[in-house]
């Protein structure tokens, strides 16, 4: 096309839409003005919806030291407050039935492990926190200025 009828073109087009924006203000009825409105000026398409991830965060090495640091804690706090509630109390570790602090200790270890597993998509990605925002730093991290 010429660039001269293609400018003619555009400033035709011009027109026509100042037109119609004359016409669109002075209807009195405003249902109408509003279907035209949003003919001429659609309304913005809304945000995306947040979805899940398409990338796994447990196949990530940052998830799998978060699980294995809160299995092993978990299972030690086990093996301690088994301790504490058994007959011979923190006093006789001798006596204490050490096989069975350690079913409770396993088993404390696979319930963390589940728990991260299912917090995965929950919380910061790539992590086994079920916290949605990495916590801030702590008051002993910050510098005296």
Same mark, same amino acid.
Do not use: H
């Given at each position: ?41 659609p ?20 998830? !799998? @030291?978060?699980? $294995?640091?809160? #299995? +092993?804690?978990? *299972?030690?706090?086990? =093996? ?6 058994s007959?011979t ?8 039935? !050490? @096989?069975?602090? $350690?079913?409770? #200790? +396993?088993?404390? *270890?696979?319930?963390? =492990? ?5 917090s ?18 702590? #008051? ?6």
């Open positions: 096309m010429d660039p001269k009828c293609e400018a003619e073109l555009l400033l035709e087009i011009a027109r026509l839409y100042a037109a119609l924006i004359r016409v669109i203000r002075d209807i009195d009825d405003p249902k109408l003005k509003a279907e035209l409105a949003d003919l001429i000026w309304p913005a398409p809304s945000p995306p919806k947040e979805t899940m991830p398409l990338t796994r965060p447990i196949l990530t090495a940052t998830f !799998w @030291a978060d699980t $294995a640091e809160r #299995a +092993v804690k978990t *299972a030690a706090q086990t =093996v301690v407050l088994g301790l504490g509630l007959d109390g923190f006093g006789n570790a001798f006596e204490y039935d !050490w @096989a069975l602090a $350690a079913g409770f #200790a +396993v088993g404390g *270890a696979v319930l963390s =492990v589940l728990t991260s597993i299912a995965a998509p929950f919380g910061v990605g790539g992590t086994a926190s079920l916290l949605p925002v990495p916590p801030g730093p702590v #008051a002993s991290d910050q510098t005296p200025p």
